[in-house]
């Protein structure tokens, strides 16, 4: 794991670009895992930036999302199906039918589960895999008491969630309840984990993902088992870390034949 502290949200999504640049242009088939919510909306400007203005292409890559509500109808601006294609994949030159996500809507939830599951077992795993941390440590939606060896399954939200995410819907009880969402030994498969936090609301639940003991409690804190994780996090959701000065060194002294 490396943890790598910038001077704001700008330069976490520059350096996070970076990161997918590297793979899109090493692999012949990337395959992408793309989050939602606002952490990575700067990255994926950045992203949309770099297709427009420096072509950047994902015409060769496939992605899938990392989670979704069950019971939103299809025409629901918040599916999170509908959210990836309005902040991202519809401006870029990703193919539509390259674009997965599991559905919400399913007749039998627990079949859609192990299909998505599959999926991305049979697209050759995910090489990078974006994720952000919810202010309780969740990752994805693997609420505290998640198992570490989790796939793909149903999850039900905690108030403390659902209250996070009522800013994007009119009120709370418009938040649904059930989730579908890739399990954190789904997360652990991936090849190159990029978990992102900025905001000083991000500290606490950085801190026990980095530098706390690795437990159910923090879901996110399955970094620490990833055998490739990078942490961006800009200087405010940096402040209760213990050992922050040691990563602000390692990160001046990276020698520049090391890639991320």
Same mark, same amino acid.
């Given at each position: 794991?490396?943890?790598?502290?910038?001077?704001?949200?700008?330069?976490?999504?520059?350096?996070? %670009?970076?990161?997918?640049?590297?793979?899109?242009?090493?692999?012949?088939?990337?395959?992408?895992?793309?989050?939602?919510?606002?952490?990575?909306?700067?990255?994926?400007?950045? =992203?949309?930036?770099? &297709?427009?203005?420096?072509?950047?292409?994902?015409?060769? %890559?496939?992605?899938?999302? @990392?989670? !979704?509500?069950?019971?939103?109808?299809?025409?629901?601006?918040?599916?999170?199906?509908?959210?990836?294609?309005?902040?991202?994949?519809?401006?870029?030159?990703? $193919?539509?039918?390259?674009?997965?996500?599991?559905?919400?809507? %399913?007749?039998?939830?627990?079949? #859609?589960?192990?299909?998505?599951?599959?999926?991305?077992?049979?697209?050759?795993?995910?090489?990078?895999?974006?994720?952000?941390?919810?202010?309780? *440590?969740?990752?994805?939606?693997?609420?505290?008491?998640?198992?570490?060896?989790?796939?793909?399954?149903? $999850?039900?939200?905690?108030?403390?969630?659902?209250?996070?995410?009522?800013?994007?819907?009119?009120?709370?009880?418009?938040?649904?309840?059930?989730?579908?969402?890739? *399990?954190?030994?789904?997360?652990?498969?991936?090849? &190159? =984990?990029?978990?992102?936090?900025?905001?000083?609301? $991000?500290?606490?639940?950085?801190?026990?993902?980095? !530098?706390?003991?690795?437990?159910?409690?923090?879901?996110?804190?399955?970094?620490?088992? &990833?055998?490739? %994780?990078?942490?961006?996090?800009?200087?405010?959701?940096?402040?209760?870390? !213990? &050992?922050?000065?040691?990563?602000? #060194?390692?990160?001046?002294?990276?020698?520049?034949?090391?890639? @991320?």
């Amino acid at each position: 794991m490396e943890v790598i502290v910038l001077p704001d949200p700008a330069a976490v999504a520059r350096l996070g %670009a970076d990161v997918i640049a590297r793979v899109l242009g090493l692999r012949p088939d990337p395959v992408l895992g793309l989050a939602t919510g606002s952490t990575p909306e700067p990255l994926y400007a950045e =992203l949309i930036r770099r &297709h427009r203005e420096e072509g950047l292409s994902f015409a060769h %890559a496939r992605a899938f999302t @990392l989670d !979704e509500y069950v019971g939103l109808p299809p025409e629901h601006p918040q599916r999170y199906a509908a959210v990836i294609r309005r902040g991202l994949t519809d401006h870029l030159d990703l $193919k539509p039918d390259a674009v997965h996500g599991p559905d919400g809507g %399913a007749g039998d939830l627990l079949t #859609e589960c192990a299909r998505y599951e599959e999926a991305i077992v049979a697209a050759g795993g995910v090489d990078v895999q974006i994720a952000g941390v919810g202010s309780d *440590g969740h990752i994805a939606f693997n609420e505290p008491g998640s198992s570490l060896t989790s796939t793909t399954r149903l $999850k039900t939200l905690n108030a403390r969630t659902r209250a996070d995410n009522a800013r994007f819907f009119t009120g709370i009880d418009e938040v649904p309840r059930h989730v579908i969402t890739q *399990g954190l030994g789904t997360i652990l498969r991936s090849r &190159h =984990l990029l978990l992102l936090a900025t905001g000083a609301s $991000k500290a606490p639940a950085v801190a026990r993902a980095v !530098e706390g003991p690795l437990a159910a409690a923090c879901p996110a804190s399955v970094v620490q088992l &990833h055998p490739h %994780a990078t942490v961006l996090l800009d200087q405010a959701a940096a402040t209760a870390l !213990e &050992h922050v000065d040691y990563y602000t #060194e390692v990160w001046a002294s990276r020698p520049a034949w090391q890639p @991320l």
